[in-house]
């Protein structure tokens, strides 16, 4: 199983960016994708998730309304729609992927991780 986060870069305070992760060895729509991020010196934060099929999502309250993730199961691929963007976004984005949908919020949880993509909010 591999997943491969991409799409960051620097963006100006209260811009969009969309960032991608896409997936490849394994039943895609068996699993929940979830998205973390890491902010220099701090521990790795739950921003959101989407279900099996993309019919359910979940988000953190730091990023609800603000952010979107939605996912194409014929593409392999999870998106994360992030607008009205802060300087506090700024992080390494990773998406991970498990099977069941519980305990969403917590990374020991989860069985595979992609490789990041740095986003950077500029003031």
């Known amino acids: 199983v591999q997943l491969q986060a991409s799409g960051g870069g620097l963006v100006q305070a209260g811009g969009s960016l969309k960032v991608s992760c896409a997936a490849s060895?394994?039943?895609?729509?068996?699993?929940?994708i979830t998205w973390f991020r890491q902010a220099p010196g701090k521990e790795r934060e739950y921003v959101g998730a989407?279900?099996?099929?993309?019919?359910?999502?979940y988000y953190a309250d730091s990023v609800k309304g603000r952010f979107t993730i939605s996912r194409d199961n014929t593409k392999n691929t999870v998106y994360l729609q992030m607008n009205s963007l802060k300087p506090e976004d700024t992080a390494v984005y990773y998406c991970?992927?498990?099977?069941?949908?519980?305990?969403?919020?917590?990374?020991?949880?989860?069985?595979?991780w992609g490789q990041g993509t740095l986003v950077t909010v500029s003031s």
């Open positions: 991970a992927a498990k099977s069941g949908g519980y305990y969403l919020d917590e990374t020991k949880t989860y069985d595979y």
């Open positions: 060895g394994y039943t895609f729509n068996m699993y929940f």
């Open positions: 989407v279900s099996w099929s993309g019919g359910s999502t």
